[in-house]
């Protein structure tokens, strides 16, 4: 959920996420980490004093923050349902760093497996009622420190270096930033649920 500005992608929930419009919320959707490495990723963003540590959770963007109005909700719900269900789950590997530097300041954790599994679902989720335009090819990571000094950058560039995790991507989320522009979990959407998959 990241927003769409990193270079070659997108980077992290709220820094850059649209200001609200009257009546209008803004949503994102991605692959949680699960824990443990989700909780370890976010305890390192808060020890490196990242501005937005606290209000984003550790994840994959599929879909950066987007603006739409709450009656757009269900038809959003379906989309996505039906957007899960079309699509196996899939290892994802998280392995080593790398950085948006110099266009942005940015540190990340690179996935080494599970790309192409990212790529359609991001690709199968922006269309329909969530079609956007991508102001850069996507790039499928996990955000590990932005907008913070060089110096604090480089650190967790090489704390990271050797960082290795795998999960299955069984399910992705959507998630809605609240009035503390904090983002909350709404609803999770199983992966592989269409039965002409089965076999």
Known sequence: MDPDLHGASDATLTAMAPVHEPGSVTIGVALA???PAGAHIKQAREGYDDPQARAIPTHITLLPPAMVSPTMLDG??????AAASRVRPFTVSLRGTGTFRPVSPVVFLAVSEGIAGCETLERTIRSGPLLRRRNFPYHPHVTLVHAVPDAVLDRAYREFADYRFSFEATAFTLYQQDEQR?????RTYPLGTDPTLRG
């Open 182 to 186: 904090v983002w909350q979990a709404v």
């Open 76 to 81: 959003i719900d379906l989309h996505l349902r």
């Open 33 to 35: 980490i699960p824990d």
